[in-house]
């Protein structure tokens, strides 16, 4: 645990490039989440712009909470990890916002380039680069995102009907399932290219969390999430990989 604290102390941080990145998501990402409420028979621009403002916060918590939990956790392996968008992602989210009036919320960021930092490496098994632990670095930040919406979940408990809460919730639950499919420039590809089983089995906890948060309370949604997880690693296992 020393080493860790002394490696975020040393080599944790967010480039300049990176920053900027993560901003121009985060603004896309808090437009698309506030499409629909800019008021409720017709337009409020005051409504509208608060709500917008505070879309980009929630953006922001999302994504920068999520690069962050990714950093450590490769540091903690060994790895440098740099968020790097994803315009033809963000470009397709924007569309899909146009073209559905805001009912279809995808958000396709970009994903984690990594970096390994040599010194830090050796002695560890598999000394390079391998999609295993690359796949688990990915993975972290869609963790982070359902901690954050488990978060916006109790807060919801005590201030019923809020409209930070309720967006918070949905927008974490979107950041994690979409940042983590296996397209090519984003996060879930690692762990599918390292293993499909597990790729089913930790993506499946996901959809289960997702489904269940909006349902039942935190200790269910968990419990629930991780037996969705199994089910759909087992039928996957059943219908396609015991067969090839």
Known sequence: MRELFARISDYFQFSKQEVIALLSVVVITGFIFSFRDWGGEGFDLGRGVSHLLLAVLLAAIAFFGRAAVQKIVGLSMGFQGTFTVWWTGVILSLLAAFVTNGVVTVILPGGLAMAMMVRHRLGEFRYGFNYWEQGLMTYAGSVGNVIL??????????????????????????????????????????????????????????????????????????????????????LFWLVYERRT
């Open 149 to 234: 919406a488990l978060l916006f979940k109790v807060g919801l408990t005590v201030f019923p009907g809020s409209w930070f809460f309720q967006k918070g919730l949905l927008l974490n639950v979107v950041v994690a399932l979409c940042a983590f499919l296996p397209l090519p420039r984003l996060d879930g590809l690692h762990l599918f290219y390292s293993s499909r089983l597990w790729y089913f089995f930790l993506y499946g906890i996901i959809i289960g969390i997702s489904i269940l948060i909006f349902f039942a309370n935190v200790f269910y949604t968990l419990i629930g999430g991780i037996a969705i997880g199994a089910l759909i690693w087992f």
